[in-house]
């Protein structure tokens, strides 16, 4: 199994800046892939950044720009830096990690960013 825990969520005025954090724990080999994914309320599950262990990247388009994700392998720990939120950035953020050896497809819990004046 897979363990991911997130922190970092919050309310922040239009304009401002977050940092989430996701440390995974469990007994598998390596993690292939990190990434951040958000649903708003009402709305589906969208992937917002994603980081293989290579450091190759990915974004929303929405995102492109604003924010960037980061990894440090050795602590197993991805990082989203989130700058210049808006509103429409405002819902829970999960972290996802596929491990290989074994393959586990995990998430965390969700932390909520709200970007609200």
């Known amino acids: 199994q897979v363990q991911l825990v997130e922190s970092g969520g919050g309310l922040v005025q239009p304009g401002g800046s977050l940092t989430l954090s996701c440390a995974a724990s469990g007994r598998f080999f390596s993690i292939y892939v990190m990434g951040w994914y958000r649903q708003a309320a009402g709305k589906q599950r969208e992937l917002v950044a994603s980081?293989?262990?290579?450091?190759?990247?990915n974004y929303a388009n929405s995102v492109k720009g604003r924010f960037t994700i980061s990894r440090d392998n050795a602590k197993n720990t991805v990082y989203l830096q989130m700058n210049s939120l808006k509103p429409e950035d405002t819902a829970v953020y999960y972290c996802?990690?596929?491990?290989?050896?074994?393959?586990?497809?995990?998430w965390g819990q969700g932390t909520q960013v709200t970007v609200s004046s």
């Open positions: 996802n990690a596929i491990t290989t050896l074994p393959r586990y497809d995990a």
């Open positions: 980081i293989t262990s290579g450091s190759s990247t």
